[in-house]
């Protein structure tokens, strides 16, 4: 209630010094009309007496300052030509010191002195340094700011500065120099003096104050920072030491934080680099409870882009020693500000770090250095359970990866796992992520055994089950997401040399077999691949090779082999072992080891028979043994014989006859190898086809018992188009007239009366007929051989 | 004009951490009316990356898919073609043609897809065509040694389809097509 009536007055008022500006602007324009000076001087005093208010905001006091202002201009005007009043500026600088109060004499006499130093007739130092000292004579602050603000704004070009018209004899920049520090320092002390005194609400509404006017103080650096003839040295010897002072003398937060900022803002990077040292110099001696860690980064940011945008300045960084001296300073704020939070402090290093990465890219120990520093700040705590923080942790670690797209350079960074021991599990996951997203984004490669071991121990989150993991809550799908990570970058971890490749392979495995039944699934097979690539590599290559203690080789990587898929016992997971097993038979029975593959056969037919009861699965799983089975060729012959019974005989204990049927005549083909060396034994296709055949009888007949009707020929037909495949291959044993007995069979079981239509049947049917009438046209010895076939 | 993209045997992230840049940077949503995939994604993150390019996504079960719902074999119709989808393993023996010429009458197909050997293959015989995309990621094969990866684009048009095959040899990619025509079927 009070404060909206205090708006509500504050209104009132700025309406009331408006009004009065306005009643006394009009008379002093008919004045200024009549060429009175006496009037005109009158009614001007009158609308400045306006600004003598204490009732405004400060918000408020500037829209009544720029009417006052608009009127000085007209004001002014008048005080140039002479003619018009015939005094001279002399005298008028004389004539309005008698202006009844101080306010209106002083904004009368700054505005008088702009016209004098425009004649030229006094020296531009001696009128502005009696304006800077005459303005002492108010000490209200927010009267005494508005004042010397226009002062600033009407003497802004009137600066002896190189180059300008008011540069005279005894002028030089000094003099513009010495003017603009005065008037800054009057203003900050006249600044500072709002004190945040008295109950919250009064402070709050003191302090919202006080940032409105920052701006005019502020402005004085401004205007220095465009003094032409401040050169770096004059500033580096007069200007900034003068500013620092005042800034660290007033001891006040707001003032500190935002003058600082301000000059960091204004000066050029090049004067900051120069003065490194003292400008940090000055920051512990500012209040303890002022941000200084966004001034630094502030700092380090515009340095860093300073650096970005002019290579050539590079050198001059490792001239100052500007990394040394940033990171002594950081380390100086963050232990005199004890009561520091651990996100401030990190916060700080992220600055550093980014700034040490646009700068000194190559300064490998630079950037490990900073890593240092945080771990330091971080040793002797629990873990970090502030999520900003944490955040920022995350942006520390990230930073060096966007960096350097090389993974192995971040991997060389000693400090780097140490920071990373500081997070809680959760993050460690998360950043363990975007590690191998890194490297995945980059195509990036890992080439060395001890790189994969330094890698690895970075994403230990992700390999194994770490203390502090929280019990519950896996997301499954997180959990798969992670998984299939670590899988794809294992294939990125790779060298050409087969011994190194080993060593990184049973790096690999050491680590991954930490992980449990839950992982194995996922990191077992990317590596047993990885390990097949590395045998067909060495498969062309011969014997031993020479001076090496401990060769790679393939009998080596077939235990290893061995092992890793035994492991996926213990999850349990037969499928997926199964087909790793024949992965591996197959890749023995290339490398002509043949112990090696029977021993892969056995382990995949024992997961068969013991571990695999699904019957879709045993379907699949009999047709891989099958077809990897018809592609070996290293067994001798009794080896041979006893895998092919075992295959034959599953195919036939399938649960479904169709399945069996189709099993035991794929089994036909393991008799049947198409090579010029390969097996062709005539009988015992044609003893598989046979069977198959009773067998897809019996699966008649059992429809017929079952559904009352029959089931349709698919299977006959099947077995038909097998029997014609041999009969193309040359099979003595496959006769014309057992495939002319088959289409009749097949005929009369389609139109019986009991047959099920089948389109899908049918059509297969006709396609075989077509088949058969295509190769009869061919002539030749093809058309001959089908020429007994009646269709 | 319909195009249809043929690719399978990924094996991500078993055998291959992701689709090479180059065919990723080639394959782009709305391009593309339909895809049919052989098999051996693995994973489901694969699926729906396929899904987004086209909606169409046609697939049939590899021995290592982690979604084991896929079919055995399907059937799709496009155009005047009528396309015959299925992973391989389990036509015995692997990549053999009249083998595969036999399912290729079993599902009363013009043209059959299928993968496993992880080599590419197209080529026509009395009951139509067959093609073999080849692996999309080069990954290892037992079956057939230094592939490169590779996959198809079928550009079906009344009776003919373009079949393009994409292939990274490397670093670059190269184009090949061969063309075919489909004839009216005789009859018996």
Not at chain 1, 356 to 371: G, I, K, S
Not at chain 1, 614 to 640: C, M, W, Y
Not at chain 1, 680 to 704: P, S, Y
């Given at each position: 209630m009070m404060i909206s009536d205090a708006m509500e007055d504050e209104e009132k008022w700025l309406a009331e010094g408006i009004a009065g500006i306005q009643h006394n602007a009009f008379y002093m324009h008919r004045a200024l009309d009549a060429n009175n000076l006496r009037e005109a001087l009158k009614y001007s005093a009158q609308l400045l007496s306006e600004l003598r208010t204490s009732r405004l905001s400060p918000h408020k006091y500037y829209e009544l300052y720029m009417r006052a202002f608009d009127e000085l201009r007209k004001l002014e005007m008048f005080f140039k030509e002479e003619e018009r009043h015939g005094c001279s500026v002399m005298d008028l600088y004389e004539l309005v010191q008698h202006a009844g109060n101080i306010l209106p004499r002083l904004y009368l006499l700054c505005t008088v002195g702009s016209v004098y130093i425009k004649s030229k007739e006094a020296p531009a130092k001696d009128v502005l340094k009696d304006l800077v000292e005459m303005c002492r004579g108010v000490q209200h602050p927010i009267r005494g700011l508005f004042l010397r603000s226009y002062l600033a704004q009407i003497s802004r070009d009137k600066l002896p500065d190189i180059g300008s018209e008011y540069e005279g004899d005894g002028d030089t920049v000094m003099d513009a120099v010495e003017f603009v520090l005065q008037n800054f320092s009057e203003m900050n002390k006249l600044w500072v003096r709002m004190e945040l005194q008295g109950p919250a609400r009064v402070r709050d509404k003191m302090e919202k104050e006080r940032n409105e006017l920052r701006d005019l103080v502020g402005k004085n650096l401004h205007v220095l920072s465009q003094i032409e003839g401040i050169d770096l040295d004059l500033y580096k010897v007069t200007v900034l030491p003068r500013i620092l002072e005042q800034v660290v003398n007033c001891k006040d937060e707001l003032a500190q934080y935002y003058l600082m900022d301000c000059l960091i803002q204004v000066f050029p990077d090049e004067y900051h680099l120069q003065t490194l040292e003292t400008l940090l110099g000055a920051c512990p001696q500012l209040q303890p409870t002022v941000d200084i860690k966004t001034v630094l980064s502030q700092l380090m940011e515009r340095l860093s882009s300073y650096a970005a945008s002019s290579p050539e300045v590079l050198p001059e960084f490792l001239q100052v020693e500007a990394f040394a001296k940033l990171s002594t300073a950081i380390g100086k704020v963050i232990e005199t500000q004890g009561d520091m939070p651990i996100v401030g402090a990190i916060t700080l290093y992220?600055?550093?770090?980014?700034?040490?990465?646009?700068?000194?890219?190559?300064?490998?120990?630079?950037?490990?250095?900073?890593?240092?520093?945080?771990?330091?700040?971080?040793?002797?705590?629990?873990?970090?359970?502030?999520?900003r923080a944490t955040k920022q942790v995350v942006a520390l670690l990230s930073a060096p990866l966007e960096k350097y797209s090389d993974i192995v350079t971040s991997l060389t960074l000693s400090n780097y796992p140490r920071v990373m021991d500081h997070l809680d599990s959760g993050t460690n996951k998360i950043m363990a992520m975007v590690i191998i997203q890194s490297i995945m984004t980059n195509q990036a490669c890992v080439s060395s055994a001890d790189k994969v071991e330094v890698l690895f121990e970075l994403i230990k989150g992700l390999i194994k089950d770490l203390e502090g993991d929280s019990e519950d809550e896996l997301d499954e799908e997180d959990f798969n997401e992670e998984q299939n990570s670590v899988a794809r970058v294992i294939h990125v971890l790779y060298n050409d040399d087969p011994e190194e490749m080993l060593k990184i392979i049973c790096t690999v495995r050491k680590h991954i077999m930490t992980g449990g039944p839950k992982r194995l699934p996922f990191t077992v097979p990317p590596l047993v691949f990885s390990a097949l690539k590395l045998i067909r590599r060495l498969q062309n290559q011969d014997g031993d090779v020479a001076g090496e203690e401990d060769p790679a080789t393939p009998k080596k990587i077939f235990q290893l082999l061995n092992q890793m898929i035994e492991a996926l016992s213990y999850v349990p997971a037969p499928e997926l072992a199964l087909r790793l097993y024949l992965q591996c038979a197959e890749a023995a029975n290339d490398c002509d080891l043949e112990p090696v593959a029977y021993e892969f056969f056995t382990q995949a037919?024992?997961?068969?028979?013991?571990?695999?009861?699904?019957?879709?699965?045993?379907?699949?799983?009999?047709?891989?043994?099958?077809?990897?089975?018809?592609?070996?060729?290293?067994?001798?012959?009794?080896?041979?014989?006893?895998?092919?019974?075992?295959?034959?005989?599953?195919?036939?204990?399938?649960?479904?006859?169709?399945?069996?049927?189709?099993?035991?005549?794929?089994?036909?083909?393991?008799?049947?190898?198409?090579?010029?060396?390969?097996?062709?034994?005539?009988?015992?296709?044609?003893?598989?086809?046979?069977?198959?055949?009773?067998?897809?009888?019996?699966?008649?007949?059992?429809?017929?018992?079952?559904?009352?009707?029959?089931?349709?020929?698919?299977?006959?037909?099947?077995?038909?188009?097998?029997?014609?495949?041999?009969?193309?291959?040359?099979?003595?044993?496959?006769?014309?007239?057992?495939?002319?007995?088959?289409?009749?069979?097949?005929k009369t079981e389609m139109q019986s009366d009991t047959a099920t239509p089948d389109r899908i049947s049918d059509a297969f049917f006709d396609c075989t007929l077509r088949y058969i009438q295509f190769q009869k046209q061919k002539g030749g010895s093809m058309g001959e051989k089908f020429d007994t076939i009646k269709v | 004009m319909v195009l249809v993209l043929a690719i399978g045997d990924l094996h991500i992230p078993n055998r291959a951490p992701d689709l090479p840049a180059k065919f990723k940077s080639m394959l782009v949503p709305g391009k593309i009316q339909h895809i049919i995939c052989t098999g051996n994604l693995c994973i489901k993150e694969v699926h729906d990356y396929l899904k987004s390019l086209c909606p169409s996504l046609h697939i049939t079960r590899g021995e290592y898919d982690e979604d084991s719902r896929y079919p055995e074999t399907k059937t799709i119709t496009i155009g005047q073609f009528k396309l015959g989808l299925c992973h391989g393993h389990q036509v015995v023996p692997w990549g053999d043609l009249d083998s595969l010429a036999m399912l290729q009458r079993q599902l009363d197909v013009d043209i059959l897809v299928s993968g496993h050997t992880h080599q590419f293959k197209a080529y026509k015989h009395e009951a139509g065509v067959v093609i073999n995309p080849g692996s999309a990621t080069s990954a290892y094969s037992s079956i057939t040694y230094d592939v490169n990866p590779s996959f198809v684009l079928m550009d079906i048009d009344g009776l003919r389809v373009v079949v393009y095959v994409y292939e990274l040899i490397d670093g670059e990619v190269k184009v090949d097509k061969i063309d075919f025509k489909k004839t009216s079927t005789p009859a018996i």
């Open positions: 992220v600055s550093l770090l980014t700034f040490t990465l646009r700068v000194h890219p190559d300064r490998l120990d630079y950037v490990d250095q900073v890593l240092g520093s945080c771990v330091k700040k971080l040793s002797n705590r629990p873990k970090l359970e502030d999520s037919f024992v997961l068969y028979e013991e571990e695999i009861a699904d019957s879709k699965a045993q379907v699949t799983a009999i047709h891989l043994i099958i077809g990897t089975l018809q592609r070996t060729n290293v067994f001798g012959v009794e080896n041979r014989d006893t895998l092919t019974h075992k295959a034959t005989g599953y195919s036939a204990k399938l649960l479904k006859k169709p399945d069996q049927c189709r099993a035991v005549y794929a089994c036909s083909h393991l008799f049947w190898v198409d090579d010029q060396d390969g097996i062709k034994d005539g009988e015992r296709v044609l003893l598989c086809l046979k069977r198959a055949l009773r067998i897809a009888n019996a699966a008649q007949q059992m429809a017929n018992v079952a559904r009352g009707s029959s089931g349709p020929v698919t299977l006959f037909v099947e077995i038909l188009n097998k029997y014609l495949y041999y009969f193309e291959k040359g099979n003595p044993q496959i006769t014309s007239a057992a495939i002319q007995g088959l289409i009749e069979l097949i | -």
